[in-house]
């Protein structure tokens, strides 16, 4: 691997941790029967959609991170590739989580496009790495 996807993968490493204790959040939510959480089926379903988002897109950039120094790509559109596809475990969740932060949102407030920014830039970081691959 190349020292960009090793560095890449590195910081993908560390965020394992901020998932993990997502999950034990959410858990403690159920077995304290937290007000705004239980009673509240949009920011609950929210806030779970982040966690496993997270968790999801995490390990798909920590595997994709394999594949960005095996494309034909210049340097500066694998650098490019690597900054997209990290960007989506960060935005997408947030954008679910920052959406109803507090305990009595019933809607997602305007923060929840920062899931449809970070799907745009999973689709672009794997459709470029897909046709570098090719």
Known sequence: MSPSSLSTAGVLLITVPTVAFGGVSLLSFLMRNTPGYLDNP????????????????VLFALVA????????????????????????????????????????????????????????CLAAGTLTLGIGLI
Do not use: E
């Open 42 to 57: 949009v920011r609950r379903g929210l806030w779970r959609a982040g966690h496993a988002h997270a968790g999801v897109l």
């Open 65 to 120: 991170m394999v594949y960005v120094d095996q494309a034909d790509l210049s340097a500066g559109l694998k650098d490019m590739v690597r900054l997209l596809i990290v960007a989506a475990p960060i935005l997408m969740p947030l954008g679910f989580f920052l959406s109803v932060v507090r305990p009595t949102d019933t809607r997602p407030n305007r923060l929840i496009w920062l899931t449809t920014l970070g799907g745009a």
